[in-house]
């Protein structure tokens, strides 16, 4: 039997329709889901980058942090600071035959001389040398091995307990090594009593007196080979 015409065209308009129904049904779900992975991306790259903080110092918990956290955090290596730093001490460790040479940064070491505090900014620098024992019966370097960095800055906190310090680990040729505080920050909890600096007397003696001291280690070994 023949099927009318208009009811052919009524069977097609129905199917129109009910397209058009199915695709605006979907196409906002569509639309949502892109929005949403839009807002999951980055703004910046300044967002960018304080995402990835957390995980870059994930070994430190700062309870007050600088303004400028994320370029201010990391103790940086300091190229020039043989020429620009004043050595303040020699540690001998004849246990493990480590030297340590230690430096400081001069305006430190002038604050040092009114105050018995070592001020924000000081940045103190210890190099670890091999060493063999020498006629005098002290240590001789043989060896520059590491670079260890300290530095203190008002509002660093890795914990409850470490001062205002922050350390890093360099090779000798400046290309860090370690930015963990874990290992520092343990240690020099056994002289918190002395701003956490093992040499602190030393550092003190030197602002007086302007001369560069030696001592040997008081604890038998160097941690920090």
Known sequence: MNRPKWLTWLLLFSVAIAAAITLTHFTPHRALYSSDTRDRQPASASDAASNLHPDLYADAAYDEMPENAETSLRVRFPANYREQFVQYVTVDCPNSRIVRQMFVNPEALSALQTSDTPPSGTVLVMETHSAQPGSDGRLMPTRLNNVFVREKRDGWRVNEDSGEWRSAW?????????????????CHTMVRERDYLFTLPALLATAQTGQKQYQPTEFGTSVCR
């Open 170 to 186: 360099y090779s000798p040729q400046g290309s860090l090594v370690s930015n963990n505080q874990s290992s520092c920050t343990g």
